[in-house]
């Protein structure tokens, strides 16, 4: 099992940067496969990116990928979310996930453990 704790986030203006991170502590971090979701009021929690258990494959939704990265520090036990000129329409919770499924990582019933998730709000 694993505990995922979140941190980052908060209030920024359209353009903005923010990195979120994701600490992990329990079984053994590199046997994960990380993700991150995020869910704006309303709406379903959606995919923003995956990484594998090396971090070596990553996938980043389309429609973000010019602007998002992921990342892990398997050393740290961390997964990261660098997000780059934000926009208002990114204004959402974010949630880290982790699974040891090695299929369907774009779909969030296939994540078993989550972080507690951080507000993100992106001010025009």
């Known amino acids: 099992q694993v505990q995922l704790v979140q941190s980052g986030g908060g209030l920024v203006q359209t353009g903005d940067s923010l990195r979120l991170s994701c600490a992990a502590s329990?079984?053994?971090?590199?046997?994960?496969?990380m993700a991150w979701f995020r869910q704006a009021p309303g709406k379903e929690r959606d995919f923003v990116a995956r990484?594998?258990?090396?971090?070596?494959?990553?996938y980043v939704a389309d429609s973000l990928k010019d602007r998002f990265t992921i990342s892990r520090d398997n050393a740290k036990n961390t997964e990261y979310l660098q997000m780059n000129s934000l926009k208002p329409e990114d204004t959402a919770v974010y949630y880290c996930?982790?699974?040891?499924?090695?299929?369907?990582?774009?779909?969030?019933?296939?994540?078993?453990?989550w972080g507690q998730g951080t507000q993100v709000t992106v001010s025009s």
């Open positions: 990484l594998s258990r090396s971090g070596a494959i990553t």
């Open positions: 329990g079984r053994a971090f590199s046997s994960y496969n």
């Open positions: 996930a982790a699974t040891m499924r090695s299929s369907l990582l774009r779909t969030r019933e296939s994540y078993d453990y």
